[in-house]
């Protein structure tokens, strides 16, 4: 399994925990893994690595729709996202171990105790951890107002942590077990963050390798940063949308995303036709006016479209 979907995973499985339906994902994921294994329609489309992965997500999405929690939903689609199409099989059977361990803990009355062997690898792999835990976390926060402040709490820690040295000992010495770190974070940020800064500073500090704390605690406001730009979709469109074209649109396009948008429709009439949308690094162009550019690009070499421009020339 990947350092990232390992990361989503343990926040999800977290949070269906403090809910009570940690042990109803190991059932969901656990049906699901089995249709794995008896559907072999289902297995080869999301083992066919000549599928994109967004499409495989929906084919997971669409089939556990309704059907299962919605953290197990989210969890296969996100699997079946980021893990090569070929370990999609044993990624959800990794999955399942995830719940079953979590759902066990859960009803002991504490959290997962995450084994040292999880938390092997150098920096790259401790980020991409990281990341997919801060991924999910930012899933579950609906208001855009929210991720500002997750950022902006982020960023006054790192610099309260920088500069006090007594503080930063105390929470990258290695030699003090992981619990007894965490437990000085929170006394530190309780009630002072937001629940999800407080995960997410506390994960840095669980996911291994956190001697460059600071550093580390930036790049995760970094990482609130670029999903701010996830949340916000610029559209231009060619017409006025009336209400229920905007709700379809803002359906669509959180359901691509996988989070809440907020969607921004300027008016361009020079599309012609359609939309263009714009969000985060991903550009949808379907107008009119995109659409007539590249027949124009696809037929400027045509031998006929050049005697044809020669032949009006001459009649002039």
């Known amino acids: 399994m990947r350092d990232l979907l390992r990361g989503y995973a343990t926040a999800i499985l977290e949070s269906a925990a403090e809910a009570g339906r940690a042990r109803q994902m190991v059932g969901d994921l656990r049906a699901f893994s089995l249709a794995l294994t008896e559907s072999d329609t289902l297995r080869n489309v999301l083992t066919d690595a000549t599928i994109p992965a967004r499409a495989r997500r929906g084919v997971v999405h669409d089939l556990l729709d309704e059907k299962a929690a919605a953290e197990s939903q989210a969890l296969a689609c996100w699997a079946a996202l980021v893990e090569p199409a070929a370990e999609f099989p ?13 759902a066990d803990a859960e009803e002991a009355g504490h959290l997962r105790l995450v084994p040292a062997e999880e938390l092997l690898g150098g920096r790259t792999a401790v980020r991409e951890r990281i990341r997919g835990y801060a991924d999910r976390l930012f899933q579950e926060v609906e208001r855009l107002e929210l991720i500002d402040d997750i950022e902006d709490e982020l960023v006054r820690f790192a610099r309260i942590v920088d500069s006090s040295l007594g503080l930063r000992r105390g929470l990258v010495d290695p030699s003090a077990p992981v619990a007894q770190r965490v437990a000085l974070l929170d006394d530190l ?14 994960y840095v500090l669980k996911a291994g390798h956190s001697r460059d704390l600071v550093g580390t605690l930036e790049w995760v406001a970094g990482l609130a940063g670029e999903e701010r730009g996830r949340r916000v979709a610029k559209v231009r469109s060619a017409v006025e949308l009336d209400d229920d074209e905007y709700a379809r649109l803002v359906e669509a396009l ?49 031998t006929a479209l050049r005697d044809l421009s020669t032949s009006e020339h001459d009649r002039s």
């Open 254 to 302: 959180e359901r691509t995303a996988g989070h809440p948008v907020k969607v921004r429709v300027q008016i361009e009439p020079s599309l012609l036709g359609g939309m263009a949308v714009e969000i985060g690094d991903t550009v949808i162009d379907g107008s009119v006016r995109h659409r007539l550019d590249q027949l124009r690009e696809a037929l400027a070499p045509s």
């Open 189 to 202: 940020l309780s009630g002072k963050v937001l629940p999800a800064t407080a995960r997410l500073a506390a």
């Open 90 to 102: 044993a990624a959800v059977l990794e999955l399942v171990e995830l719940a079953l361990e979590t």
